[in-house]
């Protein structure tokens, strides 16, 4: 099949996010994403793929590309054979249980990605963002959670709104918190991360019920921090541990 | 100072690795890197600002060049005022004290940069690389290690033979391995992590002596695991958190 104009106009226009409002998709990329996305509850809207991938998609509806038509309507240097189109989810109703993790500001693609694939891990099924995070279906974003999109519930809303409505403890990371190692922590809550150079923002920070501090071992006290991903890896890994 | 061809040629040479070695050089760029790497025990060879960023850098030794001069030297889209050459520091003795991380294959700078701040963070003064792991003097090594880089010891050598030769334990990342959580790390010891696409590889993996697994909460048993910089911010948090 050739790619009509129209259609690579459409699917190049996805790179923005208006865009993918206004049509309610997103891009997927590679093998192994798009794989694991359409044995998710999400709903496929296009499949395209290169000759040498056909086999691999067998039982699903697709179409084939040449490697010149996925050259046009890829975002990846080196497109890997097949790129879906995806129907983005209906919002869903913000859930209470467990525990939440909440963004506020997080500019990165990978980072957002990566967060995503630690909610998964750490079996947090909620996850809340603040309007200004990135968005979780950025092309980039999509790539980096390797298929946990499907498994965590994003939410975007006004976050200082949210947190000012909830009955939970909202805790968030600083340096002149309490000691994580020596911090009792509950199974319900809610777990604020901030922006890359900023961190939490002081209107989030002062809805902050709790706040909790990685303590550094390194010798020298130097002012930079743990990016945000691996702060998050590990005040996660420390929520849950005890659960095990 | 209008920098002459053959220094920009220089320059922009030491994006390779090969070049970095014969002239013992690499480049660090942005105000917050180079200064931290200003104060470390590293030599600088060269400072490069534009007019803008004079001020700063007024205690230093510094040749004030055009932002058109050093787009032609810079590997940042969007370059920072600064660059700097810094001399590749004598090779130490490997330490033996206190907790090792041993890299088999990693390949993504963005990783390097990241573990480099973790074993910052984290007190970790040693860290061995196999041979084919990415160069520390990478520029986007350098970039994302925010300075971390003179604060951390980075030894490249035969991962094999060097683990062979150790009586150490050797702690790695294996999903088969018994639950972090659970286990009594020692003070002393090397965790190898491994390469991104496939994990520590089978030699090395032949050589360890503990392997341990961060145990997966999602309901979903995926295949995908934690990234590799978020997996060793998980293990170091648990091999430091009994020492606070």
Same mark, same amino acid.
């Given at each position: 099949?050739?790619?009509?104009?129209n259609?690579i106009?459409?699917?190049?226009?996805?790179?923005?996010?208006?865009?993918?409002?206004?049509?309610?998709?997103?891009?997927?990329?590679?093998?192994?994403?798009?794989?694991?996305?359409?044995?998710? =509850?999400l709903e496929?809207?296009?499949l395209?793929?290169?000759?040498?991938?056909?086999?691999?998609?067998?039982?699903?509806?697709?179409?084939?590309?040449?490697?010149?038509?996925?050259?046009?309507?890829?975002?990846?240097k /080196?497109?890997?054979?097949?790129?879906?189109l995806?129907? !983005?989810?209906?919002?869903?109703?913000?859930?209470?249980?467990?525990? !939440?993790?909440?963004l506020?500001?997080?500019?990165?693609?990978?980072?957002?990605?990566?967060i995503?694939?630690?909610?998964?891990?750490?079996?947090?099924e909620?996850?809340?963002c603040s309007?200004?995070t990135?968005?979780?279906?950025n092309?980039?974003?999509?790539?980096?959670?390797?298929?946990?999109?499907?498994?965590?519930?994003?939410?975007?809303l006004?976050?200082? #709104?949210?947190?000012?409505?909830?009955?939970? /403890? !909202?805790?968030?990371?600083?340096?002149?918190?309490?000691?994580?190692?020596?911090?009792?922590?509950?199974?319900?809550?809610?777990l604020?991360?901030?922006?890359?150079?900023?961190g939490?923002?002081e209107? !989030?920070?002062?809805?902050?019920?709790?706040?909790i501090?990685?303590?550094r071992?390194?010798?020298?006290?130097?002012? #930079? =921090?743990?990016?945000?991903?691996?702060?998050?890896?590990?005040?996660?890994? #420390?929520?849950?541990?005890?659960?095990?």
């Amino acid at each position: 099949m050739e790619l009509s104009k129209n259609k690579i106009k459409l699917i190049k226009s996805l790179d923005q996010k208006k865009q993918r409002l206004k049509h309610q998709l997103f891009v997927a990329e590679g093998k192994k994403v798009v794989q694991e996305l359409l044995t998710s =509850s999400l709903e496929c809207e296009a499949l395209f793929v290169t000759k040498e991938m056909e086999l691999l998609f067998e039982n699903e509806s697709y179409a084939v590309i040449t490697e010149l038509d996925l050259k046009k309507i890829t975002s990846l240097k /080196s497109p890997n054979g097949v790129l879906a189109l995806f129907k !983005i989810p209906a919002a869903q109703q913000v859930k209470t249980e467990g525990l !939440i993790v909440a963004l506020d500001a997080i500019n990165d693609p990978g980072n957002l990605g990566t967060i995503i694939r630690l909610c998964d891990w750490f079996g947090v099924e909620q996850l809340v963002c603040s309007e200004n995070t990135v968005d979780c279906f950025n092309s980039k974003v999509v790539q980096s959670t390797m298929g946990s999109l499907s498994r965590v519930s994003i939410v975007y809303l006004p976050l200082a #709104e949210y947190l000012q409505n909830t009955d939970l /403890s !909202i805790f968030c990371a600083d340096m002149e918190g309490q000691n994580v190692y020596q911090s009792e922590l509950p199974s319900r809550g809610i777990l604020v991360m901030g922006n890359e150079a900023n961190g939490v923002s002081e209107e !989030i920070e002062n809805l902050c019920t709790d706040k909790i501090m990685i303590p550094r071992f390194g010798k020298v006290q130097e002012t #930079e =921090s743990l990016n945000v991903a691996t702060a998050t890896a590990i005040l996660l890994s #420390e929520f849950q541990r005890k659960n095990v």
